[in-house]
């Protein structure tokens, strides 16, 4: 405060700069603006009654003392920021706020330039709080009416922050009872992962998960707030650290896209529809198709039909009784009657030409009957085919559970053995099951497939597939579990998920198709595993009787 802003005492200076030097001084010293004067090396050497004012310094407490007026949170930024001035010193904008005063924190803008022919710098300090109130204002309003849902937390998982899309979205309490209450406190809404059946622990919730430093990447979850309709979500997250690597909080953004699921789903839904029209377009052209071949075999047959019985009617075997009874009757003048009779004459040639024409009919005959025994397994194929679209096209039978799982064994039963894969059956006796045999075989096939595939994938040399059945009224259970790579906890909520996996050369459409199935049927899919190289367990859950 004793040294002049110019380095020199008014009294001092030559008479022609004291006219302005000590009014300028004044103006400095009642400025309502907090300035501050430095030396070439960056030591503050003078500074106003505001400055001292801003940073709460007392009376026997230099410029330099200024850093204890700052906001603790930005203290050590702001020594880091002015010791880099001193190393380089050049004109610099600091921001910062400072510490309460009357339980009230300012926000500050800085300013240093160099004073003009001089080695030294000049700063002011500007007071904008007001202008980050505004800011803090426009910025919670914008929040409020944010279509999505924002959450953040500080450091301790202790909720700081959450918009009106979140209170609703998540049941959380409305009003500001709720800071200072840790994550699982607020929350009323129950989470499951994207299957909407398992629960989430709380571990795994996004917010934690981002303030752990896991990345938090387009994470589908189902939530039910209390006293309303599940919601489908996509959330994502990050954590909040401070230029010092010093954890700071997090903060997460769930976007609802329960209609958007919707509409994929009635699209899919539609899709579907369309597929089985499709089919039974299909089936119908090809049964038109068969039944038109069989038209048209049917034509040959009948032309074979009627050559056949328009070659016995021509047929001259009639003549060769006739014959054969002129012959008779001559009695014991037969060798008379065949040497010296002009009619007996004749008979050798005549018998000789019925022969060749009875052999030419017979010839034909052969012919036509070879064309409609080939005619007749012409139908009987395409009656054959038809059958296999009909057998294809059936939805319901009533199988036996242990035949099913056996007939979805017998088309991977060569992998077993050449993986060396041990098979486990553990199979209770349960009655018959009324299903879509297809389906099934459909979903079972596809869940060992992938088991072998885990085992496979593992370092495992005692490589297990377990096939469990079990159950009763009113639904029977089919497990498939294996000792192979396992799921890790992060990839359980999205199995089913369309397009999901964890297999370079996987395309993700399996376990989604199987999950659509069973409950197409009925019943559900679902896994466990207890997390990665621990192997995993699909269990098929199927009703006993079909659905109405």
Known sequence: MSKAFSNRDPGTAPSGEQDWLAPAAALIESAPVAMYQTDGEGNRVYANPEYRRVFGLGVEQGADDWLQGVHPDDRARMERSWADFRTHPCPMIFEYRTAPQDGVVRHYTEQVVPVNGMAAFVGTITDVTDLASENRTLLETLMANLPLSLIACDADGVITLYNRAAAELLSMQSDNSSAGKTCEHVVGAQIYHADGVTPLDLADRPLVKALRGELVDDVELVVVPRDSTERVTVTNGRRLTAPDGRALGAFIVTEDITERRRSELELERVHEQLRTSARQAGMAEVATSILHNVGNVLTSIHVAATMVQDGLERSKASDLCEMAELLLAQGARLGEFMTHDERGKIVPAYLQAL??????????????????????????????????????????????????????????????????????????????????????????????????????????????????????????????????????????????????????????????????????????????????????????????????
């Open 355 to 548: 022969g060749q024409q009875l052999t030419a009919e017979t010839e034909a005959a052969l012919e036509h009957m070879a064309t409609l025994r080939k005619s007749l397994e012409h139908v009987d194929s395409a009656v054959a085919m038809q059958q296999k679209f009909a057998r294809v096209a059936s939805m319901r039978e009533t199988v036996s559970v242990v035949d099913l799982v056996e007939d979805s064994l017998r088309l991977s039963a060569s992998a077993f053995n050449r993986h060396g894969i041990e098979l486990r059956r553990e199979f209770h006796p349960l009655p018959a099951i009324t299903v879509d045999k297809h389906k099934v075989l459909q979903i079972l096939v596809n869940l060992i497939h992938n088991a072998m595939n885990a085992c496979n994938e593992s370092d495992r040399k005692d490589k297990v597939l377990r096939l469990r059945i079990e159950g009763g009224d009113p639904l029977i259970r089919i497990s498939v579990s294996d000792n192979g790579v396992g799921i890790a906890p992060e990839n359980m909520g999205r199995l089913f998920t369309h397009g999901f996996t964890t297999r370079p050369k996987g395309h993700g459409f399996g376990l989604h198709s199987g999950a659509i199935a069973a409950r197409e049927l009925g019943g559900s899919l679902r896994a466990e595993s207890a997390g990665a190289g621990r192997g995993a367990t699909f269990i098929l859950e199927l009703p006993r009787d079909p659905p109405a």
